[in-house]
């Protein structure tokens, strides 16, 4: 009898950690920012009937009722951000603190190689500016914090991942951050004093089809669906395996906008590329419950490709420029002036970081007077043998004044094209453009060529000209 009740006794004691059994997804961790002055998401999954969770920027306890597949989700709500480090408490009977949480602004991103691209670089693909940088990424322990989505060779649905946490910005660690991620956070904590979060799901050589579902890829008309679909596919470009096995995990961590740089893989379908980005856009914000939420895209970069004459990544380019007119809440960075022609992936990351930054610090968080983004050709009139070029995002004109012009292009009706001069009106924001070869020039091009060699074009800020074409000639190079 004695030994039958010691054994009860035993059991009754651990009862309490064998009902308790609360599991967190890797997305919600300790060293975390959430995204502030929201209702946040966050979840996991338990034993028992009901999940409480505690906040201590406000202690306010929060209960959740755990579904029959164990899972559970709570909202909860998120003060103005700042430097202060929170914890939560998460308890299904035994309590699960998570602990020097941050208040802050998030944001989720993704892409192929050159959102990827780590701090460290490529084998013989250097980063500018990373040694100094990573130097100094002790400074941002309590500002820059990420989380980096692993792999995963799998078609299926995952809700969770493992081998990764949130990490605190530290030599150590930002050597493997993305670089384009960590300079574009840098730049905005140190505008807006607040900590960043970044949620990076990225994999090199991805084509978009990989990060959408099936239906939203069959609502764009010709489309190849059994192709996008095809095992023939890489895991990387076949339709929905990305979405299913590195966005649907962190679908639930509340953000406040998108980062995209991708496109190189899709070059060759231009003609479909922004039906397809649309259509992403508009998945990805249902997902998120946020229909307005930011998404704003780098240009792909210059790069010879096959060759540096052919212009398919300068329809890809315009591809991704004619997107702008279909995706509300939008935006695109230029790097026409920032490519090589024998590397695709483009060392200047800090230059990428910093446009991406200027474009959320004046479309998202609203700082003035500034041009979010690098002149983009707004009109051609044609006058004396000459094309002139009026640009917009050019306040105090355009640069560099008084200098030949690289890259430009002009055309007569015969379709021919010759490289042509050009220069600046003055301090204005019109380029004149002309050639010797031409006396009625009908069409103008500008940097259209996948590498277009040594582009200066520029506003006063530093951000470059967007390449563009008057003609609709796909089939003249």
Known sequence: MKR???????????????????????????????????????WGWADGKKVTVTTSWNN?????????????????????????????????????????????????C?????????????????????LETLLNAGNYRDRIRFITVPRAKTAELRTDFEGKKWEMSAPETTIDCSAAAYFFARQLTESLHLPVGLVISSWGGSRIEAWMDEQTLASIEGVDMEAAKSSK?????????????????VKNFTARGFLWYQGESNRGYHQFYA??????VQLWRNMWEAPDMPFYYVQIAPYRYENSRNIDGALLREAQME????????????????????????????????RLATLALTKTYGIGRLPSNGPMMTKVDYSDSKAIVTFDNAPAGLFPTFSQLDGFEIAGADKKFYPAKAKIVGRTNTVEVWSEEVAQPVAVRYAFRNYAGNITLRNTFGLSAFPFRTDTWDEVK
């Open 233 to 249: 596919r890489d895991i990387h470009q076949r339709l929905g395996c990305l979405y299913n096995s590195m966005l649907c995990p």
């Open 110 to 130: 993704s892409g192929q190689s050159n959102m990827e691209m780590r701090m460290m670089g490529n084998s013989a693909q250097p980063i500018d500016n990373s």
């Open 275 to 280: 039906p397809m980005m649309t259509a992403m």
């Open 323 to 354: 997107a702008l007119k279909t995706i509300p809440n939008s935006g695109i960075v230029p790097t026409t002036d920032i490519g090589d022609e024998f590397c695709i992936h483009p060392s200047q990351k800090n230059i990428v970081g910093l």
């Open 4 to 42: 039958h009740f010691l054994i009860l006794a035993f059991s009754l004691l651990f009862l309490p950690f064998a009902q308790g059994k609360v599991k967190l997804p890797a997305m919600m961790g300790n060293h975390m920012v959430l995204q502030q002055n929201s209702s946040v998401k966050l």
């Open 60 to 108: 306010r306890t929060y209960q959740a009722s755990v579904e029959k597949d164990g899972a559970w989700l709570v909202k909860v709500d998120t003060p103005a951000g700042g430097y202060t480090p929170y914890s939560i408490t998460i308890s299904d009977g035994t309590p699960v603190t998570l602990s020097d949480i941050l208040i802050g602004e998030v944001w989720i």
